[in-house]
């Protein structure tokens, strides 16, 4: 049930906003042998004037956070890590100006379905 999370500098339109959710969405769901419903994608924008960026980054920079639960291994990090750049690249995007960070959360730390702790709806998940 991994959140992702893809924050910008606003200027991207409607359409390259949506390609971006699709690739980086599909690229998780691949890599994390997710179901096709078992997620949930949203993208953040920032206005220019709110956000600090260092001399060697634009304002084409994105920031890809992925939470998840706890478990995932190096392996399915690294193909993740690999597919979103290689996805992103697809769209015109430069590898040099995104980010990604995986949020690795115990399943005691998930309230979900009404208030219920993950670890006792998905005792056997990681």
Not at 21 to 43: C, E, M, P, Q
Not at 69 to 86: H, V
Request: charged share 30%; proline share 3%; glycine share 6%.
């Amino acid at each position: 049930m991994p959140l992702i999370n893809i924050t910008l500098v606003e200027g991207r339109n409607e359409e390259q906003k949506r390609a971006l959710l699709s690739k980086i969405t599909d690229a998780l769901i691949t890599s994390f042998s997710i179901k096709d419903n078992g997620y949930s994608a949203r993208i953040i924008e920032i206005k220019k004037g709110d956000i600090l960026l260092p001399q060697s980054k634009n304002n084409n920079h994105i920031i890809i956070e992925i939470t998840c639960f706890s478990g995932r291994s190096s392996e399915n990090k690294k193909s993740f890590y690999k597919r979103a750049i290689k996805n992103i690249k697809t769209l015109g995007e430069n590898e040099k100006d995104v980010i990604i960070v995986i949020h690795d959360v115990p399943l005691d730390n998930w309230g979900i379905l009404g208030g219920k702790i993950a670890s006792e709806v998905f005792p056997k998940e990681q």
